[in-house]
């Protein structure tokens, strides 16, 4: 099925851990975005890629690392996770500024 | 921080009613989005309207952009249980070239048969 797919789709990690969060999208879209979504508050922005290779930040980035490097991957790391970092984290992609995403059905993240 | 305020927060119906959200946000933009989250899945985009346009139709979804306000409305009409969803809006920015969305926190509404 096209469209956007995130592995895992759970975790529970312990303070500290590492991880690595997948996004894959075989829809040829230049641009991804990886937000977390915590109750109450809507989704923020943590990082964002407007190419293959190229990577920035949003509104949220601290404690989180991305990567760029197949045009169709775009994977979200927590180098050493912390409690507020429990959350939701969606992936979605566009082929175009100013035009609708596509979301993934987003991981599911615990950290104990 | 969020740019969209969305009202109510959460609204619940009966079938066959109209069901209307509306949209708060701070900024000029470049266009402003909908989007339904059924419970515990992914955001499925449902409109986009642009800065220069008042009002969008879309099968049972209307939707009306006031700039000079900064407000947007969502009606759903007709409104069925499977509408059951939080909807959001999200907002680009005028000064923004990489599309970055700025959601609102949602309104949660639950629609009874």
């Known amino acids: 099925n096209a469209g956007v797919t995130q592995t895992p789709k759970f975790r529970v990690l312990k303070t500290g851990q590492s991880m690595t969060l997948l996004c894959a999208q075989d829809?040829?879209?230049?641009?991804m975005y990886w937000y977390r979504q915590d109750p109450g508050m809507g989704l923020r922005l943590i990082h964002y890629?407007?190419?293959?290779?190229?990577?920035a930040k949003g509104e949220v980035p601290d404690g989180y690392n991305v990567s760029r490097l197949k045009k169709q991957n775009f994977l979200l790391g927590l180098e050493s996770a912390a409690p507020s970092q429990t959350s939701v984290y969606f992936c979605?992609?566009?082929?175009?500024?100013?035009?609708?995403?596509?979301f993934g059905s987003g991981t599911r993240l615990t950290v104990v | 921080s969020q740019q969209g305020e969305e009202d109510p927060q959460a609204l619940s119906i009966q079938e066959g009613e109209n069901a209307t959200m509306n949209c708060s946000y701070k900024?000029?933009?470049?266009?402003l989005q909908w989007y339904r989250q059924n419970s515990g899945r992914g955001l499925v985009h449902l409109i986009l309207i642009r800065s220069n346009e008042r009002e969008k139709h879309s099968g049972r979804l209307r939707v009306t952009l006031d700039t000079s306000k900064k407000s947007s409305s969502l009606l759903i009409t007709a409104s069925r249980a499977a509408d059951t969803a939080s909807y959001f809006c999200?907002?680009?920015?005028?000064?923004?070239?990489?599309?970055?969305?700025?959601f609102g926190a949602g309104t949660q509404v639950v629609v009874t048969p």
């Open positions: 979605a992609s566009t082929s175009v500024p100013n035009y609708g995403y596509t």
């Open positions: 999200a907002t680009v920015g005028t000064t923004d070239s990489w599309g970055k969305l700025q």
């Open positions: 900024t000029s933009i470049n266009n």
């Open positions: 890629s407007v190419g293959e290779g190229t990577t």
């Open positions: 829809m040829n879209h230049e641009y």
